[in-house]
């Protein structure tokens, strides 16, 4: 018996419900359906929602919190012994019942956790049974409701389609919640975070080294928060890469919509898509096997000293990846700009540099410059590449030649591998979450509202 | 665009000279201005298109012989003395009694037959890593099928281990110093001298293309991590489509245009620019931390890439909505049906083209993404082909991650291979929704 059984279930008596009421609506009438208000299926679909909707809503609330509540009753029935070792860390006593219960007996020696864990499986095994129960309970009280409202004036399809914006509304709001979730997860472990390591520390420190103590006793091991090296990290790529991407795309943008014949654009515009479609991962393997070992040798036969995961190269192919992104957001706002401008500019004897320079991007300004502001974004958030190509150790430097650390690096290096959810180190992970998040969402806010403001201009 | 031309006669009402000399190397100046503007921009142009061949080729030319695979034939004696007799067997006994044989011992045997020459506990083990770690599961699988080769000398074709293989494919240089590289002279020697026999041999690597993630290069595949690509995309099919779909259907066709539609709006176009990794910290918290599900598994990266490609779904779908005209529904409305019957009998159908369009790219992105999926430990050592949403599983992108990590030679091509296999997936995903938007596009 698993979840996905009862999924199955509650579908299948939804469809019965559906099936069954259909008939029953045709049998009150004795066949003359004409007389009912609704068609047949009306009735159907809207008994099978009332069974479905309430059915899947217990499911999805067993699932949301059922380990949750499993884990309480494990951990308020141990054995008292267990429980005074672990008094403060019940985490970590959570975490080897989990694994034990999740990949067998093979991996704990522990007597009672063995028996923690065979109750916890025996409980979940009965809290499933327990869902489809309770699940398969309100979906026949859905039933017997649909089925007592089966009459010729039944407003069936006006029920079932009250019901259905009710679930369209809900799927749009979907969106808000996911931003709600990302903002309160992020805040949430950040304030936990934030009460171990002083705000100030980590926004204005300069060293960057998230090692904590195990033990209280332990020497040498005191973690510092300070992120100042990582966001000149991520600030010296991302300006790099802009001055690969800035540059490049904006040419290419004005080359295609001033200069390229339909041909050339033919050719040119899926190129430029490809390369917005190659997956990060491919330009994090490209820079760190090819590209950073090119600059390193070109850099010793200079006489300068490249290191192995310099700042360059990751900046240099982030750059590239971020090409196609400048290009068409330019292209969208040089294309904007009304053909009586550009027009009137060739009609007075402006060549087309000249029309370009002097109309079409002081008035595509405003458009090309959230472009600009939504490729940094793209690069400041970007982590694969920094992962593969860019170094781990922080490093506070301008020099595009030595190797710096970003955001995104030490995130992923946080969060990769086992964690314990309430260590600084961990939590770190998601203060610089935050940092990631309010920087970008305020770079892209600042870029669509220069966008809307700019299109009220010309429409 | 051509050089601008001065006037034909000699002087207008401005008393200028647009014939002087001056003028004239004005004009020029002007022009060459414009040329430049334009060299630039088709400069800008190139350079793209080179970056996207030399990043392509270079891959190409990296991964293709990762496709191939060395083998060499040894002539192997089938002994008796060592081997179950298949006569009174059952077939599983039969199989279980040769799963206990120690095949190394006969692959020993079979090598030191051919290099009699080889004497000495830390040479034979030389000659011995020639082949593959595999090579005694490929012969055992070979005394399953063929009993009756048992009692008899017979010549098999085994997987050579990978630095021998980076060898024959040429990618491991051995003209360096002895000491700097990892085969011997040696070695070296012995390769040469099968080589001349003609036991050599390169040969299409199926196993790539079938098998699961492994610590040998020579016997990794990417099978494993295409089928946890499937699993999670499903689950991000199944939960991002019709969520999206119908999140685009109220906006576009029910919502009231107030302050909180407004926000939502906002609040979509938003979401489409935060950076992913950020979803996988979203992941990690709920999914995981909150509501304790199983780490590694595709129903877990599954849902997580449903959050991602959820603002591009209603997006596209919006718009491809919004395309439908209102005479469509003006016509149904007129003919009796319900704002709900006209959305989904007639609108979502016409613009369902569009809307499939944009979730396959959608889906396409979702399949080339890593950095949310290292959050929720997907990033783990996975040999078994996950076969339900609840397996620990890896996709394609993460194996591409953490074979580019592994420090042998011989994974730099099947990096590259697996990149190759991931590009042939994602055109083929594009191909399919260009392939749809010609199809079906209409213009109203």
């Known amino acids: 018996m698993t979840n996905s059984t009862i999924l199955v279930l509650i579908a299948l008596m939804a469809m019965f419900a559906f099936a069954f009421m259909r008939q029953k609506s045709v049998a009150v009438v004795g066949g003359a359906t004409e007389a009912l208000h609704s068609l047949p299926r009306y009735h159907g679909y809207f008994a099978a929602l009332l069974v479905l909707l309430p059915g899947l809503l217990v499911l999805v609330l067993w699932l949301a919190t059922g380990k949750m509540i499993v884990e309480n009753l494990i951990v308020s029935g141990l054995p008292d012994e267990l429980a005074a070792v672990y008094a403060d860390r019940i985490d970590l006593l959570i975490n080897r019942i989990r694994l034990v219960a999740e990949n067998g007996t093979g991996v704990e020696s522990d007597e009672s956790i063995l028996a923690a864990a065979a109750r916890f499986n025996q409980l979940y095994a009965r809290g499933i049974i327990a869902t489809l129960v309770f699940s398969f309970a309100v979906g026949a009280i859905g039933f017997v409701h649909a089925s007592s409202k089966v009459e010729p004036d039944f407003r069936a399809r006006n029920s079932f389609e009250r019901i259905l914006n009710g679930v369209l509304a809900t799927s749009s709001f979907l969106a808000i919640a996911i931003t709600l979730g990302i903002v309160a997860s992020l805040i949430f472990e950040s304030i936990r975070f934030f009460q171990q390591v002083p705000i100030e520390d980590f926004l204005f420190g300069l060293k960057w080294s998230p090692q904590t103590a195990l033990r209280a006793d332990q020497v040498a091991a005191e973690g510092s928060f300070g992120a100042v090296p990582l966001f000149a990290g991520t600030f010296l790529i991302s300006l790099l890469a802009m001055l690969v991407a800035g540059p490049v795309g904006l040419f290419a943008a004005i080359y295609l919509t001033q200069y390229a014949s339909q041909r050339t654009r033919n050719i040119a515009k899926p190129v430029l898509e490809i390369l917005a479609g190659v997956p990060t991962v491919v330009y994090g393997f490209f820079a760190a096997l090819t590209v950073a070992p090119l600059f390193r040798s070109t850099g010793a036969w200079l006489g300068l000293d490249v290191a192995s995961e310099s700042a360059l190269a990751a900046g240099l192919v982030m750059g590239i990846m971020i090409i196609p992104f400048v290009s068409s957001l330019s292209d969208d706002a040089i294309t904007a700009v009304p053909e009586s401008l550009k027009r009137g500019s060739l009609a007075l004897g402006a060549t087309t540099a000249e029309t370009i320079t002097k109309v079409l991007l002081p008035a595509a300004l405003p458009g090309i410059a959230s472009a600009f502001l939504l490729a940094i974004s793209r690069a400041v958030g970007e982590t694969m590449i920094v992962v593969m190509a860019a170094g781990m150790r922080p490093n506070l430097t301008a020099n595009p030649l030595e190797a710096v650390t970003t955001v995104t690096v030490q995130i992923v290096a946080l969060l990769t591998g086992d964690q314990e959810f309430d260590s600084a180190k961990t939590l770190s992970a998601f203060a610089l979450g935050l940092a990631l998040f309010v920087l970008t969402l305020v770079l892209n806010v600042f870029a669509l509202s220069m966008v809307r403001k700019y299109r009220e201009a010309y429409d | ?444």
């Open chain 2, 1 to 444: 665009m051509t050089d601008y031309q001065p006037f034909e006669h000699e002087q207008d009402d401005t008393g200028v000279d647009w014939n002087s000399p001056e003028m004239q190397a004005r004009l020029h100046r002007r022009n060459i201005g414009d040329r430049f503007f334009r060299f630039v921009g088709f400069f800008a142009v190139t350079a793209s298109a080179f970056f996207l061949v030399f990043l392509l080729g270079n891959i190409a030319q990296k991964g293709a012989s990762g496709f191939l695979q060395t083998s060499i034939e040894i002539d192997v004696a089938f002994d008796a003395d060592i081997l179950p007799d298949p006569t009174n067997l059952e077939k599983d006994a039969f199989a279980a009694a040769v799963a206990q044989v120690n095949m190394q011992y006969l692959i020993r045997q079979a090598l030191t037959n051919r290099f009699p020459e080889v004497t000495g506990r830390r040479d034979t083990t030389r000659l011995t890593r020639l082949l593959s770690s595999g090579a005694r599961a490929q012969l055992r699988d070979i005394v399953i099928k063929n009993p009756e080769l048992i009692g008899t000398t017979h010549r098999v074709s085994l997987l050579a281990s990978d630095e021998i293989d980076q060898v024959v494919k040429g990618n491991t240089d051995v003209s360096v110093d002895e000491a700097n590289r990892k085969l011997t002279d040696m070695e070296l020697g012995w390769l040469q001298s099968l080589e001349s026999e003609g036991r050599v041999t390169k040969d299409l690597h199926t196993r790539f293309l079938t098998s699961g993630d492994s610590r040998e290069p020579e016997l990794v595949g990417v099978w494993g991590a295409v089928a946890g690509s499937g699993l999670t995309l499903l689950v991000t099919l199944l939960t991002a489509f019709p969520i999206g779909v119908f999140a685009a259907i109220y906006l576009e066709e029910f919502a009231p245009k107030n302050r909180f539609t407004d926000i939502v709006e906002i609040n979509i176009n938003n979401l489409a620019a935060v950076p992913s990794i950020v979803f996988g910290l979203l992941g990690l918290a709920v999914f995981l931390g909150l509501m304790g599900m199983a780490r590694s598994a595709p129903l877990v990266g599954g849902l997580t890439l449903a959050l991602l490609t959820l603002p591009t779904i209603i997006i596209s779908a919006r718009s491809a909505i919004a395309a439908v005209p209102p005479s469509i529904r003006d016509a149904a409305r007129g003919l009796g049906a319900s704002p709900m019957q006209v959305a989904f009998h007639h609108v979502v159908p016409l613009a369902m083209p569009g809307i499939m369009t944009g979730t396959i790219i959608g889906m396409a992105r979702a399949l080339g993404e890593s950095a949310p999926l290292l959050m929720i430990g997907m990033v783990a050592f996975i040999v078994d082909v996950p076969a339900s949403i609840n397996d620990p599983a890896t996709v394609l992108p993460v194996q591409i991650f953490i074979w580019a990590d592994s420090p042998e030679r011989a994974f730099i091509e099947k990096t590259s291979a697996a990149i190759m296999v991931l590009l042939f997936f994602l055109i083929t995903m594009n191909g399919l929704a260009i392939w749809l938007r010609q199809k079906f596009e209409r213009n109203w």
